[in-house]
């Protein structure tokens, strides 16, 4: 009976982990976001997997966004600079964060006329 107990209660921790976070992907193509508008709850945990299908590097850039956010310790060196994540082609990347500060926060690709070309986006955090 105690293992019984003991494994409902690993089963019971592990579910109410995964409950405790959201997963969103986001697609950099060229010149584009998908979805180019995020709707965040503040407070809320969520796994944003960042992917770059296209065949060159892009960035999300979102100073403000990721400044106010609380960046889990494992996924702080995956930002440059604390404010974009930066990805070659074919590359991704899961960041853990969760937003501290309802507002609507800006999203650019910072390489050279990407954003000119549409590659923008926002982050609303209600």
Do not use: W
């Amino acid at each position: 009976m105690k293992h019984v107990l003991a494994v409902l209660a690993v089963t019971f921790l592990f579910a109410t982990s995964a409950q405790a976070q959201t997963a969103i992907t986001v697609s950099m193509t060229n010149y584009a976001f998908t979805p180019s508008t995020l709707t965040l709850k503040a407070g809320e945990t969520y796994r944003i997997h960042f992917s770059n299908d296209a065949g060159k590097g892009h960035d999300f850039s979102a100073r403000e966004f990721f400044q106010s956010s609380t960046i889990a310790a494992a996924d702080k060196s995956k930002l440059e600079d604390g404010e974009e994540v930066e990805l070659d082609g074919g590359q991704s990347a899961d960041i853990m964060l969760t937003p501290n500060h309802p507002g609507t926060y800006p999203v650019t690709c910072t390489h050279f006329m990407h954003s000119m070309l549409g590659m923008t986006g926002k982050i609303v955090v209600q």
